[in-house]
């Protein structure tokens, strides 16, 4: 009986440890054929495509009714959560109508988004032009940098539980609304 338990318990395990950040109806529109550097190299021609992409938040900027984040792009793991330990292809700017506050929303922090390419912008970068490819995001999620003092920063199964209890894992999505299609 103690077996047919801890078989059920590691099925359920294994099965909820494969789930995927985002939601299901926005994953179902992202073509996840296109990779982060066609994203940057060619953001006109993408225009429309839907994308799925991830990063940490370089800075915030709100303008009336629309927030705006600058994102060092990052990789993301299989579940969506972005590698900290990833090298940066570039920056991107998400741009949503949703009111997001900044003090969740705020460099430094971890984000996955799926939005539709708009073009591009160029914006100022260290005092020179930089051309952003501009996203405007459907879905946002949200997540806390790892903390690098407990030596677990490179688990790709981080940020996967919201109760920051089960297994001991690093800190996991910050419970603030995320915006969903």
């Not at 952003?132 to 997540?143: G, V």
């Amino acid at each position: 009986m103690k077996r047919l338990v801890w078989c059920i318990f590691s099925l359920i395990w294994m099965v909820g440890g494969c789930s995927h950040v985002m939601s299901e109806a926005g994953l179902a529109v992202v073509d996840r054929s296109i990779p982060y550097a066609d994203i940057k190299k060619n953001p006109e021609v993408l225009s429309g495509k839907i994308v799925l992409v991830g990063g940490v938040i370089a800075g915030t900027r709100s303008s009336g009714d629309v927030m705006q984040l600058e994102v060092a792009q990052l990789e993301l793991f299989e579940n969506g959560v972005p590698d900290e330990t990833s090298t940066s292809a570039g920056r991107f700017l998400a741009v949503s109508g949703d009111l997001l506050d900044p003090l969740f929303y705020h460099p430094g922090a971890l984000v996955t988004i799926i939005g539709e390419i708009k073009g591009q912008k160029v914006q100022k970068l260290e005092g020179a032009d930089y051309r952003y490819p501009l996203i405007s995001a459907k879905e946002i999620r949200l997540f806390r940098p790892s903390d690098p003092s407990s030596g677990r920063a490179a688990n790709p199964y981080q940020n996967q539980v919201g109760d920051e209890k089960f297994m001991l894992r690093p800190p996991g999505p910050i419970e603030v609304e995320t915006s969903k299609p």
